[in-house]
Every structure is written in structure tokens, then in C-alpha cells.
């Protein structure tokens, strides 16, 4: 999945986003607005990181996010074919 599919849809990202850093708030979520740059900022501050590690767990979440959405897919294909 690439950025651009999570910022198109930031409002159903938010929640997946503060599941994994909870440290960030809603307030912190809101400002990110889906930027990956703004993201990855936010996450040097709250967990005190350097950009490669915020990039880093950043790719990680991208990559989980994009395997449940590739399950959820899957499933429906199969059921549609029932």
C-alpha cells in the first residue's frame, strides 16, 4: 500500500494510528492529517527517536496495515465466490 492510500483515507487510519503509538493524542493525530513527514515528526517527539527509527517503525506499521487489508480482501473474494 503506498502513502497516498493512507492519507486519502487519514479518518480510518487515525484509530490504527493511536493503537500502535499511543502516546500520540488526538490533537497530535488531527495535525498529522495523514502526512507521512508530519507522522514520522511526531513520533521523534513523543517517543524520542531519531528520524531512521521513526521511518523504520513507520514502514513496519505500513506493511501490517497493508497484510490485515490484504487478509480482509482475500476473505471477501472467497465469500463472494460462495
Known amino acids: ?15 490504527k494510528v493511536q493503537q500502535k503509538w499511543g502516546k500520540l493524542t488526538d490533537d497530535h493525530v488531527n495535525a498529522i492529517d495523514g502526512r507521512r513527514e508530519i507522522l514520522a515528526g511526531k513520533l521523534q517527539e513523543a517517543y524520542g527517536i531519531g528520524k531512521e527509527e521513526a521511518d523504520i517503525q513507520i514502514n513496519d506499521w505500513q506493511k501490517s496495515v497493508q497484510e490485515v487489508a490484504n487478509d480482509h480482501d482475500g476473505a471477501r473474494q472467497v465469500n463472494a465466490r460462495r
Not at 500500500?1 to 484509530?15: A, H, T
Open 1 to 15: 500500500m503506498n502513502w497516498d492510500r493512507v492519507q486519502g483515507n487519514w479518518k480510518q487510519f487515525k484509530g
